[in-house]
């Protein structure tokens, strides 16, 4: 089954503690990116991949780092977790952009509490 | 940043009733998707528009992009329950070196028997 899996879908930590979400995709994508969704902002975009090695900082990245190692994973990493990077982080891939034409495929989102 | 803002907000209608959602920016897009979300689920593409003026049509749901590809509108007819959910636009235009998506700020639907 074509799919973008998110690790964990649930994650509660402290302020300081490093860690990862992982985030897969088995649908040989080359776009692959990383937003978070917080009430009343929508989604907004923190990194993206336009394939192995290439990322680039979208709308939001203070605080967060990726990596693009292979091709159908990109883990998004906090180095130094905060209270305000509580939200709910979904990645997301596409065969590449296309002006906005191609369909992007999420996974089903990795809810973090900071405290 | 271009915004994308989606109005209304939150919509509660009950089960029959017809319904639209209006997404407005001041910047012109390239191409504007809608999509839903379901609780602890991401994002679903429904439509993407590309030109201005284009109307595209999913059973009871009519997209429509402005003529002047700043705005867009999702028009539901005779809603039910299996519509609830958020509805995202997400419009694209270009920075000068790449392609650039932005989300609206969602209107959340709740429909009702």
């Known amino acids: 089954e074509a799919q973008v899996t998110q690790n964990p879908r649930y994650l509660i930590t402290v302020t300081g503690k490093k860690l990862t979400v992982t985030c897969s995709q088995n649908?040989?994508?080359?776009?692959m990116s990383w937003y978070r969704q917080d009430p009343g902002l929508g989604l907004r975009q923190i990194y993206y991949?336009?394939?192995?090695?290439?990322?680039d900082k979208g709308d939001v990245p203070e605080g967060y780092k990726v990596s693009r190692k292979e091709k159908r994973n990109f883990p998004l990493i906090l180095e130094s977790p905060s209270p305000n990077q509580t939200s709910l982080y979904f990645c997301?891939?596409?065969?590449?952009?296309?002006?906005?034409?191609?369909?992007?495929?999420f996974g089903p989102g990795t809810r973090l509490l900071v405290l | 940043t271009q915004l994308l803002e989606q109005s209304p907000q939150f919509l509660s209608i009950q089960e029959g009733e017809n319904l639209t959602v209006y997404c407005n920016s001041s910047?012109?897009?390239?191409?504007l998707q809608w999509y839903r979300q379901e609780p602890g689920e991401g994002p679903v593409l429904l439509v993407t528009?590309?030109?201005?003026?284009e109307v595209k049509k999913l059973k009871r749901l009519t997209f429509q992009f402005g003529d002047a590809r700043k705005d867009s509108s999702l028009h539901i007819t005779a809603a039910q329950p299996g519509d609830t959910g958020l509805y995202l636009c997400?419009?694209?235009?270009?920075?000068?070196?790449?392609?650039?998506?932005?989300f609206g700020t969602g209107t959340r639907l709740q429909v009702t028997l």
């Open positions: 997301a891939s596409s065969f590449g952009t296309s002006g906005g034409r191609e369909t992007q495929y």
């Open positions: 649908m040989n994508h080359e776009y």
């Open positions: 991949s336009m394939n192995v090695e290439v990322t």
């Open positions: 910047s012109v897009f390239s191409s």
């Open positions: 528009v590309v030109t201005g003026g």
């Open positions: 997400a419009g694209t235009f270009y920075t000068g070196t790449a392609s650039k998506l932005t």
